[in-house]
């Protein structure tokens, strides 16, 4: 994390995180069935054993728990059953301007199917009132292609703009939709706490602080408030070396979606030289099979035009060539 200096050097420090991913999940044969009749611009269901029909479908009756396979298309007009107002929309939501959430029953279907409403304003969407699909230009086989709902009495000359199509997983043209992604985001404000601060402003002067707990005299770094085992606060500020073992490693050979280093390669925590508790990090430096536990390893830091208030200013660990601590060094420590 990278942390925004405030006013003064007793200000906690706050940055802005973005967190986001593609979430890709294979739809099997029943939601298969579901999103692939969204891109014909149809609402399929499916009957369970006391012939109520669910929609969306799902893979075993909620009573019997037998798989169920008796799908059937119901209308893509139907009732909202309960709804919530969104005045101030988030980035990503289905509309960006005010809608409703709402529980909406499909005429031919027993259970509910949560949706975006484009009503307008709270007082013109109320329970019991009845909705049609607004289909999207483009459909791909997903939720998304049912833009939103509005009444069924809604005039037709004022859409709301369509979000941008989900992305879609690569498969041959007519072929059925067997995979589904989804776009993940999440921003919010990180507030560090005094402690934490402290550490980071020590990470600007390539420094490494923890904290000591007066009781036990276990140091932590990071830096925590108060020691989990005691429950008292660490006053102790130490300064500790950039220099440490390798507690536990595990080499990363998947490739996965962002990723900025060629597998494969050695994520490990470290246990610094003083400290108690071990931080995870990247081991680079030397072959990913020649890792091993009780490795000696040392900070290599980016160049000091780099840094700021943060821990990446250290680009990754790599061995000193010295001897492996003995295991029973840090066996506690795993």
Not at 88 to 100: C, D, T
Not at 206 to 212: A, D, K, P, T, V
Not at 252 to 281: E, M, S, W
Request: net charge negative.
């Amino acid at each position: 994390m990278t942390a925004a200096e405030t006013e003064t050097p007793e200000t906690p420090l706050s940055a802005p995180l973005d967190v986001g991913f593609d979430y890709t999940r294979s739809v099997g044969p029943v939601l298969g069935r579901f999103v692939n009749a969204l891109r014909e611009r149809r609402v399929m269901g499916v009957r369970g054993d006391d012939g109520r029909v669910h929609v969306p479908p799902v893979e075993y009756d909620p009573d019997t728990a037998r798989a169920l396979t008796d799908f059937t298309d119901v209308a893509d007009e139907g009732t909202v059953v309960s709804w919530s107002w969104v005045a101030e929309p988030l980035e990503g939501q289905p509309l960006q301007r005010p809608f409703a959430w709402a529980l909406i029953r499909l005429d031919g279907a027993d259970t509910c199917l949560l949706h975006a409403v484009d009503a307008g304003s709270p007082s013109k969407i109320s329970t019991g009132m009845r909705v049609k699909a607004r289909w999207a230009d483009a459909t791909v086989g997903h939720i998304r292609d049912i833009v939103c709902f509005t009444g069924v009495d809604a005039p037709p000359d004022d859409p709301a703009p369509a979000p941008p199509a989900p992305p879609v997983a690569e498969q041959a043209e007519g072929e059925p939709v067997r995979t589904v992604i989804t776009p993940i985001h999440l921003h919010y404000l990180h507030s560090a706490s005094p402690e934490e601060s402290r550490y980071l402003r020590g990470l600007a002067e390539g420094r490494l602080l923890g904290q000591r707990c007066p009781a036990c005299g276990k140091v932590y770094v990071p830096p925590r408030g108060a020691c989990p085992t005691d429950g008292v606060p660490t006053t102790d500020e130490v300064e500790l070396p950039d220099t440490g073992i390798v507690t536990t490693f595990c080499i990363v050979n998947v490739p996965f979606l962002g990723q900025r280093i060629k597998p494969p390669y050695v994520a490990a925590y470290i246990l610094l030289d003083g400290a108690d508790i071990a931080f995870l990090h990247l081991v680079l430096g030397c072959e990913a099979s020649e890792v091993r536990m009780g490795m000696r390893v040392r900070a290599a830091w980016k160049p000091r035009e780099e840094w700021s208030t943060t821990l990446e200013n250290i680009a990754h660990f790599e061995p000193t060539g010295e001897p492996d601590a003995p295991y029973e060094s840090f066996a506690h420590h795993l």
